[in-house]
């Protein structure tokens, strides 16, 4: 019952960090960063950027997002939950996300995937996020299913120009 969070994937050209709370059951299982087939994380990652995303193999969709400029952490490193959803998470110990923040020297914006990653987020950055452009993201998650994809699109799309387009290379 007790679920942790995996490593950040960060570099030192990591402009903008998106965060989400806690990786779910399917991610957990698979190791992977929003693993589930109707999480739409990569979907609107990559339609953001204006890079596929989705048609790559993991470890290629993790490079790409280096490229760009974009890391990705969870504010929570562990916690109780049955299942996936965030509202039945206790017991959560944060992540360090000020330890993290600081060691990124090229860091402009945080994104919060979803509400649950923004109201934890916020409060632990505190003062500091004041470094920060602090950007509320709709949740990627099939549980939120209320927002339809093309305008939860158009406020992923806000990334774009914060992690630098075209820094792609293959």
Do not use: C
Request: charge should be positive; hydrophobic fraction near 45%; avoid cysteine.
């Amino acid at each position: 019952m007790r679920k942790a969070s995996f490593a950040p994937v960060v570099d030192d050209r990591t402009r903008v960090l998106i965060l989400g709370s806690l990786p779910g059951e399917e991610s957990l299982r698979r190791s992977r960063y929003y693993a589930h087939p109707q999480n739409r994380f990569w979907h609107l990652v990559g339609d953001a950027i204006g890079h596929d995303l989705s048609a790559l193999e993991y470890v290629d969709r993790l490079d790409s997002l280096r490229a760009f400029g974009i890391g990705l952490w969870d504010v929570i490193a562990h916690a109780a939950r049955r299942g996936s959803l965030d509202s039945a998470i206790r017991e959560a110990v944060d992540n360090d996300l000020v330890a993290l923040t600081d060691s990124l020297p090229a860091l402009a914006a945080i994104a919060f995937n979803g509400k649950t990653a923004s109201r934890i987020g916020r409060a632990r950055l505190g003062e500091r996020s004041v470094r920060y452009a602090l950007i509320d993201l709709p949740s990627s998650s099939p549980a939120y299913a209320a927002m339809p994809y093309a305008e939860k699109l158009s406020r992923w799309t806000v990334i774009r120009g914060i992690a630098g387009p075209h820094r792609f290379t293959q």
